[in-house]
């Protein structure tokens, strides 16, 4: 079966209604049920749970405390490289930006200007520069964290479509990542801006970001955007930037000359938070 006829259904599917009763039923603390749905979901998926600050599935009162949890201390050590990987999940792909288009998968590409909602001033910054797409499978840790040190500049969330963002509706659906509904995290580091894109999906309850809480819900049908110009956040390599409330996908964009990915990188390839992703061309001065 095609890709694209693989994919077909989610085009007819009730995706919003989905994603906010799989949202209600992840909050919901249900006692034994909410543990029976977390122990089936560790069970399915292979989720390794001795990693977990707390192992114990009593101990989370709702699927999506569960699903949020924090690491045991050391679990992901961070490694002695300019770019670390800031999430657990596949190489979706990586590479160049060139003419405003990011590769999707074969046969699709995508407008870096559409992926951060239409700020062609913003998406210029990344003309010719790179960009490296990673994708959240259930088992894997589901927060976010900063590759590089950097002080936040803006906030934007895009609404949009919540199609699956598997690799299969990544090769069958053009544009995916440019359709979701996304938050856009705009940061000021060393190494000239860096963007950091995160994706929504089918079922995923909601967006998250430490310095915001919750962005979506609400979902609107207009961009909203948050200006922390005045303010002074400012994130250190490996912390906590965000989480997803069930899994998703992340797009980071850099500028030219800014970044030489690591050798051993390779589209599927599983990577882990902490890992070495990449050095910088040029030093910071």
Known sequence: MSDRLAVLPQYLMPKRAMTVFAGK???????????????DFVARYGVDMAEAADPRIESYASFNEFFTRPLRDGARP???????CPVDAAISQFGPIEHDQIF????????????????????????????????????????IHMPCEGRLLRMVYVPGELFSVNPTTARGVPGLFARNERVVCVFETAHGPFVNVLVGATIVGSIATVWHGVVNPPRTREIREWRYDSESIVLAKGAEMGRFLLGSTVVMLFPSNVVSFNA????????????????ALARPA
């Open 25 to 39: 039923v992840a909050n919901m603390r249900g006692g034994a049920l909410s543990h029976a749905i977390i122990r």
């Open 264 to 279: 051993d990188w390779a589209p599927s390839r599983p990577v882990r938070l902490g890992e070495a992703m990449g050095q």
């Open 78 to 84: 961070l490694a002695q490289a300019d770019f670390i």
């Open 104 to 143: 999707q998968a074969k046969g699709h590409s995508y407008s870096s200007t559409a992926l951060v909602g239409g700020d062609a001033q913003l998406a210029a910054q990344f003309d010719h520069g790179h960009f490296a797409t990673l994708y959240l499978a259930p088992k894997d840790y589901h927060r």
